[in-house]
Nanobody, 127 residues
Framework: QVHLVESGGGLVQAGGSLRLSCAAS????????MGWFRQAPGKEREFVAQ????????FYGESVKGRFTVSRDNAKNTMDLQMNTLNPEDTAVYYC????????????????????WGQGTQVTVST
């Protein structure tokens, strides 16, 4: 099992930027694809981004493509999400998660494919 802790959330004005971080401990972080999801009040959990084991392949949800960038540092057991040009629709609790399959190379939108989750960090974008 991997223990995940998100940080970096907060309140930002529309058009601004935030950088979220996910720190991992436990099982080998570098063996797993990782993902970011978010959940707004009253809405289902939404796929945001996924990054491959090596970090060379990245995937994004349509609503964040071109604005968000996911990266990872396997030496530090961390994954980041750089969020630019934020808008109020980005307001949500953001979660990082570990894919259940080691060395999985494909794209997985479904949260059911991820086993370990952080506690989440709140991002609020004001108008």
């Amino acid at each position: 099992q991997v223990h995940l802790v998100e940080s970096g959330g907060g309140l930002v004005q529309a058009g601004g930027s935030l950088r979220l971080s996910c720190a991992a401990s436990g099982r080998t972080f570098s063996s797993y694809s990782m993902g970011w999801f978010r959940q707004a009040p009253g809405k289902e959990r939404e796929f945001v981004a996924q990054i491959s084991v090596s970090g060379q392949r990245t995937f994004y949800g349509e609503s964040v493509k071109g604005r968000f960038t996911v990266s990872r540092d396997n030496a530090k057991n961390t994954m980041d999400l750089q969020m630019n040009t934020l808008n109020p629709e980005d307001t949500a609790v953001y979660y990082c998660a570990r894919h259940r399959t080691p060395y999985y190379a494909g794209l997985t939108y479904s949260s059911a494919a991820y086993d370990d989750w952080g506690q989440g960090t709140q991002v609020t974008v004001s108008t």
